[in-house]
């Protein structure tokens, strides 16, 4: 009886080995699990940190971007403000040499036309007066 209680108490100290190294490999894998939740944690603030950095380049490029585009913007507005400028001086200056020209040649076109329709008109003026019985000189 003595072997087989030695048989059972080396099975038990057999067992209570293999409950050890089971605890043992429990905290070891706990101990990993945790390390590598911290990790974990370090690379999600790490990567968090890298985002906000490219953010903010990318925000900072991108406003520097729309300061040159106001930049542009704002030239084209000043030359549109020219041109406009410069085409209402031109017309005010055609309109001015219009009216200018009209007072100088309308005269000139008015006396022309009397002169080469008065005959015409004095003959009418005079069949019309016979017409009616005016003695015409």
């Known amino acids: 009886m003595d072997a087989g209680y030695s048989a059972v108490r080396n099975l038990l100290w057999m067992v209570l080995v293999l409950v050890v190294l089971a605890v043992l490999s429990n905290f070891y894998v706990a101990s990993q699990l945790s390390r590598n939740s911290d990790e974990l944690a370090g690379i999600r603030l790490l990567i968090q940190k890298q985002m906000m950095g490219d953010v903010m380049t990318q925000s900072a490029e991108l406003q520097k971007r729309m300061d040159a585009l106001n930049q542009t913007a704002g030239g084209i507005d000043a030359k549109m403000k020219q041109a406009q400028d410069e085409m209402d ?28 329709h008065t005959p015409t008109l004095e003959r009418q003026a005079e069949k019309e007066l016979q017409k009616r019985g005016v003695p015409v000189r």
Do not use: H
């Open 89 to 116: 001086a031109k017309l005010k200056k055609a309109q001015d040499d219009f009216v200018e020209r009209m007072q100088i040649e309308l005269p000139k076109i008015m006396d022309n036309y009397v002169k080469t």
